[in-house]
């Protein structure tokens, strides 16, 4: 989703840029039956595809995110669950951290109410520079999801942009309305809650001027009918992801969510060596084997 229509080249910067709209536990064919403008909208522009949670791990959060995240599955980075000790984040490390390294200054945000994700507990943190993570006092999953993405936007709104950005929001309660009521009508409002938060970060990537910007919104796992995951049915392990960006149209063949990761990296024209070390490939690009 570009909010203009000019280069970087013809601005003089590097301003790329790459928001991921992280939403836990959202079923696939439940996601298909409800009105989510935000993921629709991204869906249009690029594509919104299903993708299967990769056989190397199971259908659970802490693996899934973290193929997402490093673009290599759980046989390399070695989370098999929300535990993540043993972790091969040093070997393996998140694209924040990666993409920082390869290009010194570059602006990132992270934000997520899940502690692994961003804090040093059950082996965390996940982004291994952590992030921001509302107060648990400041109220439910939606409450604090609502804290996440005002900070995502302020974030957006206020980074200066000519390095270009990553920008990642996580949205967590989805899956945990769904292991508390299954999959009824209070996970589908989390779903469509979810997506108008989204919404805000989408029309603050907007409001920028003189910027490109790639938009991927992207679950980790499904949920069996009464809640609950970590099995094999095709409602757990049927994830998806939506993109809209520069160079992105239909959905690519053999998509994987490690591809997420790579996508970012190429976004921003890190030079592929980098992440050569990748299981997942840019979209669109011709997976080799």
Same mark, same amino acid.
């Given at each position: 989703?570009?909010?203009?229509?000019?280069?970087?080249?013809?601005?003089?910067?590097?301003?790329?840029h790459?928001?991921?709209?992280?939403?836990?536990?959202?079923r696939?064919?439940?996601? @298909?039956?409800?009105?989510?403008?935000?993921?629709?909208?991204? /869906?249009?522009?690029?594509?919104? &595809?299903?993708?299967?949670?990769?056989? &190397?791990?199971?259908?659970?959060?802490?693996?899934?995110?973290?193929?997402?995240?490093?673009?290599v599955?759980?046989?390399?980075?070695?989370?098999?669950?929300? @535990?993540?000790?043993?972790?091969?984040?040093?070997?393996?490390?998140?694209?924040? =951290?990666?993409?920082q390294?390869?290009?010194p200054?570059?602006?990132?945000?992270?934000?997520?109410?899940?502690?692994?994700?961003?804090?040093?507990?059950? /082996?965390?943190?996940?982004?291994?520079e952590?992030?921001?993570?509302?107060?648990? #006092?400041?109220?439910?999953?939606? &409450?604090?999801?609502?804290?996440?993405?005002?900070?995502?936007? @302020?974030?957006i709104?206020?980074?200066?942009?000519?390095? /270009?950005?990553?920008?990642v929001? +996580?949205?967590?309660?989805?899956? #945990?309305? !769904?292991?508390?009521?299954?999959?009824?009508?209070? +996970?589908?409002? !989390?779903?469509? %809650?979810?997506?108008?938060?989204?919404?805000?970060?989408?029309?603050?990537?907007?409001?920028?001027?003189?910027?490109?910007?790639?938009?991927?919104?992207?679950?980790? =796992?499904?949920?069996?009918d009464?809640?609950?995951?970590?099995? %094999?049915?095709?409602?757990?392990?049927?994830?998806?992801?939506?993109?809209?960006?520069?160079?992105?149209? /239909?959905?690519?063949?053999?998509?994987?969510?490690?591809?997420?990761?790579?996508?970012?990296?190429?976004?921003? @024209?890190? &030079?592929?060596?980098?992440?050569?070390?990748?299981?997942?490939?840019?979209?669109?690009?011709?997976?080799?084997?």
């Open positions: 989703m570009s909010s203009q229509q000019h280069s970087p080249a013809e601005h003089g910067t590097d301003s790329q790459v928001l991921v709209i992280g939403i836990d536990g959202v696939f064919d439940t996601l @298909q039956e409800l009105s989510t403008p935000t993921i629709e909208a991204i /869906g249009d522009a690029g594509f919104l &595809a299903p993708v299967r949670v990769n056989e &190397a791990g199971p259908t659970i959060s802490g693996p899934s995110w973290a193929s997402v995240f490093t673009g599955f759980a046989d390399r980075h070695n989370i098999a669950n929300n @535990q993540f000790d043993g972790h091969r984040l040093t070997e393996f490390p998140d694209v924040l =951290h990666l993409a390294a390869h290009r200054g570059l602006p990132v945000f992270v934000g997520a109410a899940w502690p692994p994700l961003v804090g040093e507990v059950s /082996g965390g943190p996940l982004f291994a952590g992030g921001f993570r509302p107060d648990p #006092e400041a109220g439910d999953w939606g &409450a604090q999801d609502e804290l996440v993405a005002d900070a995502a936007e @302020q974030f709104a206020g980074h200066a942009g000519h390095l /270009g950005s990553i920008v929001c +996580y949205l967590g309660a989805p899956d #945990e309305v !769904a292991h508390a009521d299954g999959v009824g009508p209070t +996970y589908r409002k !989390a779903i469509t %809650d979810s997506d108008a938060r989204a919404g805000r970060l989408v029309d603050a990537v907007r409001a920028r001027q003189g910027e490109e910007w790639t938009v991927i919104a992207v679950t980790d =796992h499904g949920h069996v009464a809640g609950g995951h970590g099995g %094999d049915t095709d409602e757990e392990r049927t994830a998806w992801i939506a993109a809209a960006g520069p160079g992105i149209s /239909g959905a690519p063949d053999g998509l994987e969510q490690a591809d997420v990761a790579a996508h970012t990296m190429a976004t921003l @024209q890190i &030079a592929e060596p980098a992440w050569a070390h990748m299981s997942g490939r840019p979209f669109g690009k011709i997976r080799n084997g």
